[in-house]
C-alpha cells in the first residue's frame, strides 16, 4: 500500500516527505493513535483517525493504541476556552474499560498494540517531570490558539493544562513512535510531540491529521453536545441519526465516513440510506442493518409504532385518585426533560394515545392500561397500572 492510500483525508502531514523516508526503512512502522477517556463512547467522528490506522495495519505496519487514563486527568484542553472539568478515578476506569473493544470494531485487533499512559507517566518522578518541562518553553506553549486566546483575555490556565501537550509528547518518547494520528484539532500535540523525541535523543515521528466530522446541526461532532453517532449505539439509533444528516454534508460524510466518493447527480435520500447501512453494518453486522431499515421505515417514514413497543408499569406514586399526571409521566418514563417540557408538548398536540391527540395533563388511569402513548414522532410506550393504586 502506497503512502497517498495511506494518508487518505490527511490534512497535515508534517515534515513534508518524511513519511515517504521511514516507509523506505522497510520495517514495520509503529502508528500511535491516543484517545483520553472523557466519555464513554468513541463515535463515527473520532473513529477516522482509526481508519487511518487501520489503514496502517493493512500495509503491515503496528498501531499502538494509547488509552490515556492518566492524562484524562488533566484533561485535554484543545479548543477549550476554560479548564476541563476534571473526572473521578470511577468514571475514567469505567470508560477505559469500554474503549478497547469499540475501537476494535475498527482496527486490527491482531496488530493493535494497547498502552494505558499510566504505565509510565505515573512512575515519573519530580526530577523527571522537570526535565520533561525543560524540553519546551512557556513561550511555546502558549502559541496554542487556546492558550493564547485565554492568555491575551486573562482568563487562567493552569499549570497542569500547560503539561498536557508535554505528557501526551511523553507517550510518543515511551512507546518510540513513527507516526502519530490525530484530528486536526491535535496539530499542536503532534508536532510537541516530535520535539519533545527529539530532546530525548529519538527520531521525531511524522504528525498526520484528519478532519473533524461536522454533524447535522453544523457542529463538530462531540459527545457532550449530542451530536454523534456512537459506535455501539443501537442499530435503530444509529441508522436514524445517520438519516437526519443535511444533503450539503453527504459528500464529505462519505469521504471520511466510508472513503469513497459520493457519485454526481446521486440521489440524496439513497445516498443516506446507503450510509446508514454502512455505519451499523459496521458495529453490528448485516442482520441488524435490516432490522434498522425496516424500524425507520416503519416509525419515521410511515409514522407507525415500532412492533417491539416496550411496556412499562406505572408505580403507585404516579396514580392519584385514580388520575395520572401526563407530563410527569413523559418526563419520567419517556425520556422528555422536564414535566413542563411534557406541558408544553401537550399543549402543541405532540402527544397521542392510541393515536389519538391529548389535549388535557391529566387522564384516568383507565385511559391510560395498557394503551399506546407517543412523545413526538419516534417515542412510544405501552403503560400498564400499577399493582396497586393509591
Do not use: C
Not at 485535554?76 to 475514567?92: A, K, V
Not at 476494535?104 to 520533561?132: C, M, Q, Y
Not at 508536532?191 to 491529521?209: C, I, K, N
Not at 417514514?301 to 413523559?330: C, F, I, N, S, W
Amino acid at each position: 500500500m502506497d503512502a497517498p492510500e495511506l494518508t487518505r483525508n490527511a490534512v497535515h502531514l508534517l515534515p513534508e516527505g518524511e513519511l515517504e523516508r521511514k516507509l523506505a526503512l522497510g520495517r514495520p512502522l509503529r502508528v500511535k493513535l491516543g484517545i483520553d477517556v472523557t466519555s464513554p463512547d468513541i463515535h463515527v467522528g473520532r473513529a477516522i483517525p482509526l481508519q487511518r490506522m487501520r489503514a496502517f495495519q493493512d500495509a503491515g505496519h503496528t498501531g499502538v493504541l494509547i488509552i490515556g487514563d492518566y492524562t484524562t486527568r488533566i484533561g485535554d484542553p484543545s479548543g477549550r476556552s476554560s479548564e476541563r472539568p476534571m473526572l473521578s478515578d470511577e468514571e475514567i476506569d469505567e470508560s477505559a474499560k469500554t474503549y478497547m473493544e469499540q475501537a476494535f470494531l475498527i482496527v486490527d485487533r491482531d496488530k493493535t498494540e494497547v498502552r494505558f499512559n499510566g504505565e509510565w507517566l505515573s512512575k515519573l518522578s519530580f526530577a523527571d517531570v522537570v526535565r520533561l518541562t525543560r524540553t519546551m518553553t512557556v513561550a511555546r506553549l502558549l502559541e496554542r490558539d487556546d492558550f493564547a486566546q485565554r492568555y491575551t483575555a486573562q482568563e487562567p490556565i493552569s499549570v497542569s493544562e500547560m503539561l498536557y501537550p508535554l505528557m501526551q509528547a511523553y507517550d510518543s518518547v515511551a512507546i518510540e513512535a513513527d507516526v502519530e494520528l490525530g484530528g486536526t484539532d491535535q496539530l499542536y500535540n503532534l508536532l510537541a510531540g516530535r520535539e519533545v523525541m527529539q530532546a530525548y535523543g529519538l527520531e521525531p515521528q511524522v504528525a498526520l491529521t484528519t478532519p473533524l466530522l461536522v454533524s447535522w446541526d453544523g457542529e463538530k461532532m462531540s459527545s457532550s453536545l449530542g451530536n454523534n453517532i456512537p459506535l455501539t449505539a443501537a442499530p435503530e439509533d444509529q441508522f436514524g441519526r445517520a438519516m437526519r444528516i443535511s444533503d450539503a454534508l453527504l459528500p464529505e460524510w462519505f469521504r471520511l465516513v466510508m472513503e469513497q466518493e459520493l457519485e454526481r447527480g446521486a440521489d440524496p435520500f439513497e445516498a443516506k440510506l446507503e450510509l446508514a447501512r454502512f455505519i451499523v453494518r459496521r458495529s453490528h453486522g448485516e442482520e441488524a442493518v435490516e432490522r434498522a431499515e425496516a424500524h425507520f421505515t416503519r416509525v419515521v417514514r410511515e409514522g407507525k409504532a415500532p412492533e417491539d413497543v416496550r411496556r412499562v408499569r406505572l408505580q403507585p406514586a404516579d396514580v392519584r385518585g385514580g388520575t395520572v399526571y401526563l407530563p410527569g409521566v413523559l418526563a419520567t418514563y419517556m425520556g422528555v426533560s422536564s414535566t413542563s417540557e411534557g406541558r408544553r408538548l401537550i399543549e402543541q398536540g405532540a402527544v397521542r394515545i392510541n393515536g389519538e391527540p391529548v389535549s388535557t395533563f391529566e387522564l384516568g388511569i383507565e385511559n391510560v392500561h395498557e394503551a399506546l402513548l407517543q412523545a413526538g414522532k419516534r417515542n412510544f410506550a405501552i403503560f400498564l397500572r400499577p399493582e396497586e393504586v393509591i
